[in-house]
């Protein structure tokens, strides 16, 4: 069945430095690739879509790029700032019926 | 924006209790969606519905019925409820299911079964 796998954490950075999440996927149907993001005490909120292959997605200075041939769309962001300290999470949809396969969530602790 | 409520918001039952989480969104979104979140597991899909009257089973279903009573309101029920399910429970709506339908997620309810 289809699948995400991303970068387990928690990860912890300091301000100003890279971050790179991990996020594979497996389908054998056409992906729409998402990230998500959870503050504490929320529910999930859309931070962007990668909707085609080779096409970059972003917001808030994060962005991915969905690879098709690697089936990754790696979520990077070069200065992280402690207002993005969050569980990322991945997701996958296939097919018609709306439903998200996410990842097991990555938490990132920015430190100032 | 869109706007999905969840009510309780905490709840605390015990083993073979009967449960239900409620959730209400404003936008006239067609599609809903009830999740829960666990530690190692992430979000799973319980059930969800296109509409009205229209159920269907998601990816983690057992224990768990839900009925939707109007465009607005989708409900989950917990009959016998077991220390299993004990979880944060996020219930979400999205307009439709293009590629570019995103889903908008409530604020959540956390349930304790003891």
């Known amino acids: 069945g289809d699948s995400v796998t991303q970068t387990e954490g928690p990860v912890t950075l300091s301000e100003g430095t890279s971050l790179t999440v991990n996020c594979s996927y497996e389908?054998?149907?056409?992906?729409?690739l998402f990230w998500y993001v959870q503050y504490p005490g929320e529910g999930p909120q859309l931070l962007f879509k990668v909707p085609k292959a080779n096409e970059k997605g972003s917001n808030r200075g994060f962005e991915a790029t969905y690879n098709k041939e690697a089936t990754s769309f790696h979520l990077q962001k070069a200065s992280v700032q402690e207002s993005d300290s969050a569980v990322y999470y991945c997701a996958l949809r296939t097919g018609n019926t709306g439903k998200l396969i996410f990842g097991l969530g990555t938490t990132l602790q920015v430190q100032p | 924006e869109a706007a999905v409520t969840q009510s309780p918001r905490n709840k605390v039952t015990v083993t073979g209790g009967n449960v239900t989480l409620s959730c209400r969104q404003t936008n006239s979104h067609n599609y809903m969606y009830w999740y829960r979140q666990d530690t190692g597991h992430g979000l799973r899909l319980i059930h969800y519905?296109?509409?009205?009257?229209?159920?269907q089973i998601g990816d983690v279903p057992d224990g768990y019925k839900a009925t939707r009573t109007t465009q607005e309101d989708f409900f989950l029920l917990l009959e016998l409820a077991s220390p299993s399910q004990t979880s944060l429970y996020f219930c979400?709506?999205?307009?439709?299911?293009?590629?570019?339908?995103?889903?908008?997620f409530g604020p959540g309810t956390r349930l304790t079964v003891l």
């Open positions: 519905s296109y509409g009205a009257g229209n159920l």
């Open positions: 389908t054998k149907q056409y992906p729409t």
């Open positions: 979400a709506s999205s307009e439709g299911l293009g590629n570019y339908a995103e889903q908008f």
